[in-house]
Structure formats: structure tokens, C-alpha cells
């Protein structure tokens, strides 16, 4: 009798897994049912304005890129971003990419203030498909599971411009409460004079 009852009863193992996906179901539900808290970064909203061969930040920036059927484009040159004219970066919901010519490498997870100069080589170009993007900033964030979110691995990255020019740039969040979603946070230092100097 009694080895009939241990025999009806399920394994410990099947118990344990079956409590397991429980918890991760649990999980996901209330992280998709959770309201996010934006962080309180503003839209910038200060016009172009020609910067010329100086040296410009460190500054952060905020801009919508969440339109799914165009790229919001920004001009170091400019210090804005822009909508006609040159430009040096453009963004699309999470995506980043450079300007034809340009270029954009990625420097690790250093401290925003250790970088003194840019490297002379090793900037990547986009590559081209269906949905053009940069090999070097590609995954740029991290995705939870559970909150549904994503947030900056905080690596700093150098750009080359099309026309020579350098910038140290740093991804900060994904998010503002202004825009939402896709509402692109990022800190960065221009360097105007041609030199690959990105710090006072």
C-alpha cells in the first residue's frame, strides 16, 4: 500500500520545475502589467547653431527617434538635430548609425571621463540590409525579460565624422517622459578642430 501511494505521488523534481515556470510566469505578467518610471530627461530643444572648430561639451542631448519610417538625424557641426543639411549620426527607435563616410567604434564600458583622445583607426561603416545599421553600436542596451526594457550598457563609443571631425559619445536611456518610448538620451564631446582630442 504504501508503495503505491509514494508511487502515485509526483517527483520532487517535477515539483520544483513546475513551481519554477509558475514564478516566471508570475514574473512576466506583472512585468508587462508594471508602469515603467521614465527617466526625467527633457526633448532638447535648443535650435542649430553653427559650433565651428570648437570644442563642444561634454553636453547631453534628447531627441524623439521614435517615427518607424525615418531616422532622426543629428549634427555635431550644429550641435542639434536637424532636418536638412549634413549630419553625423542618426537614430530609429534603438538603431544608430553614422553618416555616409563617417564612422563609429566602440571604446568598451570606460568611465565617460577617461577617454582623452580618440583612436586614429577602427571605425566602423554601416552595413547595408534591409534595415541599415552600425556593427559597432549595434547592442548598445541590454533587454530584461522581465520588465520589458531596455537600458544602456553604458559603453563609449568614437565617431568619426564625414568631414574629419571627432566626437566620444555615451548612450544613456531609452526612455524620457516626454516621448516615451525610443526617446534617445545620449552624452557626448565634440571635438571641432579636426583633432582627435575629446576633452578639456
Known amino acids: 500500500m504504501s508503495r503505491q501511494s ?7 523534481l517535477v515539483l520544483v520545475i513546475g513551481g519554477a515556470f509558475l514564478l516566471l510566469v508570475a ?8 508602469t515603467p518610471e521614465y527617466p526625467a530627461f527633457a526633448l532638447s530643444a535648443a535650435p542649430p547653431a553653427i559650433v565651428g572648430d570648437s570644442l563642444i561639451g561634454p553636453g547631453t ?15 555635431f557641426g550644429r550641435n542639434a538635430a536637424v532636418d536638412s543639411g ?4 542618426a537614430f530609429r527607435r534603438f538603431r544608430l548609425i553614422a553618416a555616409p563616410g563617417g564612422g563609429i ?19 566602423a ?12 553600436v549595434g547592442k548598445w542596451y541590454a533587454y530584461s525579460m522581465l520588465s520589458h526594457l531596455l537600458t544602456s550598457k553604458h559603453h ?7 568631414r574629419g571631425k571627432y566626437a566620444k559619445l555615451e548612450l544613456l536611456a531609452y526612455y524620457c517622459r516626454d516621448a516615451g518610448t525610443a526617446c534617445i538620451t545620449f552624452r557626448y564631446v565634440y571635438q571641432g578642430n579636426g583633432t582627435r582630442r575629446v576633452a578639456r
Request: aromatic share 12%; hydrophobic share 40%; net charge negative.
Open 27 to 34: 514574473s512576466l505578467v506583472i512585468g508587462s502589467l508594471t
Open 86 to 89: 549634413p549630419w553625423d549620426l
Open 125 to 136: 561603416a554601416n552595413t547595408a540590409g534591409p534595415d541599415t545599421a552600425n556593427p559597432a
Open 61 to 75: 542631448y534628447t531627441l524623439d527617434a521614435s517615427a518607424t519610417d525615418r531616422w532622426r538625424r543629428f549634427d
Open 156 to 162: 563609449l563609443y568614437g565617431v568619426r565624422t564625414p
Open 6 to 12: 509514494s508511487a502515485a505521488r509526483p517527483p520532487i
Open 105 to 123: 567604434v566602440d571604446l568598451g564600458p570606460a568611465p565617460f571621463d577617461s577617454v582623452f583622445e580618440l583612436p586614429a583607426a577602427g571605425y
